[in-house]
Every structure is written in structure tokens, then in C-alpha cells.
Nanobody, 127 residues
């Protein structure tokens, strides 16, 4: 059973920073495409950022480009999301997702591509 364990959420003022981590419990971490999604109250789940197996390519939704950076450390079985210049509209539950499928940048933002999900971590940005 593959488990994704997220950490790093919390409350921060607008303009502040948070760093999220996601550790995968089973399997060869380098075989997983990884992504972060988020869901705000009353809204659909949306991709924030994704990263290919080797970390050679990343995707970010336009609203976070230049502020959020996704990375991975295959030796530590962990993916990261560094969030800077946070805005109140970034408030949401953030979910880590993993997939053993071969996912290209073209579909890395599609929730149905991912078999495994974390439990979510709350990020709240106050104005």
C-alpha cells in the first residue's frame, strides 16, 4: 500500500512563505510523477504544480508561476512545494499526488492521471 504523507501547512500572513513536503512510503520514488493540487471551499480541485520522474520538467499553473517552486529529492522519496509571496487566494487544502503512469507535461495537470493521494494539508493565508 502506497502512502503519501504531507507536512508543512499552516497559517501565514500575505506575502509570507511556506514549504510543503510529501514523502512516499512505498516503491521506487523515481518511478513516480508527482504533483500538488489544491482545493478551496466551494471550488474544484486544481493542479498547482507537477514534476516529472527525473525532475527534468515541471509545470505550474499560471497563478503561481514565479511564486511557487516544485522540486523533488529522489534519494529522500520526497517532493517539495516552496511557496513564496503567498496571497489570500492561495488559501486551500493542498494535496500531494503520485502516479506510476508515464505522464507528459501535456497531462500532468489532470487529476485522473494520479493513483495515489495524500490526506491534504491546510494552507491559510491571512490578509
Amino acid at each position: 500500500q502506497v502512502h503519501l504523507v504531507e507536512s508543512g501547512g499552516g497559517l501565514v500572513q500575505a506575502g509570507g512563505s511556506l514549504s510543503l513536503s510529501c514523502t512516499v512510503s512505498e516503491g521506487d520514488f523515481s518511478s513516480y510523477t508527482m504533483a500538488w493540487f489544491r482545493q478551496a471551499p466551494g471550488k474544484e480541485r486544481e493542479v498547482v504544480s507537477g514534476i516529472t520522474r527525473t525532475g527534468g520538467s515541471t509545470y505550474s499553473v499560471p497563478s503561481v508561476k514565479g511564486r511557487f517552486t516544485m522540486s523533488r529529492d529522489n534519494a529522500k522519496n520526497t517532493a517539495y512545494l516552496q511557496m513564496n509571496s503567498l496571497k489570500p487566494e492561495d488559501t486551500a487544502v493542498y494535496y500531494c499526488a503520485a502516479s506510476r503512469r508515464i505522464i507528459t507535461i501535456a497531462t500532468i495537470n489532470q487529476p485522473h492521471e494520479y493513483e495515489y493521494w495524500g490526506q491534504g494539508t491546510q494552507v491559510t493565508v491571512s490578509s
